[in-house]
């Protein structure tokens, strides 16, 4: 079992702690993305990507419509078409990408793998495998553009 670093508590626009496993270049670079998203992203927004898992819409190229922090939409790019509300609720904002990988550094996840945009902070490419012991749990996303709207 992996020793857990002490707590990490830094105050960027509001409180964020988190818990710091044997890897501290994790948090080190979420908090900074995180900053540099907080000075420089936008509430309302889109996001060009793809997922990387074993899901309906893996690999697909999608424009993720994000309004006040909350994705309000899902369309993929090949086809113009919107993915049912029901399918589109996996697809996460900017913020809520940040949410999982301050949940897999917290819970030890087996491999983290994370580039950020060296302007914006967001996200560019996520890799998380939650466990080696489980096959398909994996998760990933590709952001080729965030748009403001």
């Known amino acids: ?6 707590v990490l508590a830094l105050t960027l626009s509001g409180c964020l702690a988190l818990v710091a496993p044997e890897g501290p270049s994790n948090i080190r670079d979420l908090v900074a993305a995180r900053a ?20 309906v819409y893996g690999g697909q190229v999608v424009d993720v419509a994000v309004t006040n922090g909350v994705v309000t939409g899902v369309t993929l790019v090949a086809t113009n078409t ?12 900017v913020e809520q990408l ?9 819970k030890d996840a087996q491999r983290i793998e994370v580039e950020y945009d060296s302007d914006r902070g967001f996200p560019t490419r996520l890799w998380i ?12 996303f590709n952001i080729t553009a965030v748009t403001v709207r």
């Open 1 to 6: 079992m992996r020793l857990l670093a002490p």
């Open 82 to 93: 919107a993915v049912p509300s029901e399918l589109a609720a996996g697809f996460r904002s």
């Open 129 to 140: 495998d939650w466990s080696d012991r489980i096959a398909d749990e994996e998760y990933g």
């Open 36 to 55: 540099r998203w907080n000075l420089r992203g936008a509430a309302n927004y889109t996001i060009r990507g793809s997922t990387n898992c074993f899901c």
């Open 98 to 106: 940040f949410d999982v990988i301050d949940e897999a550094i917290r």
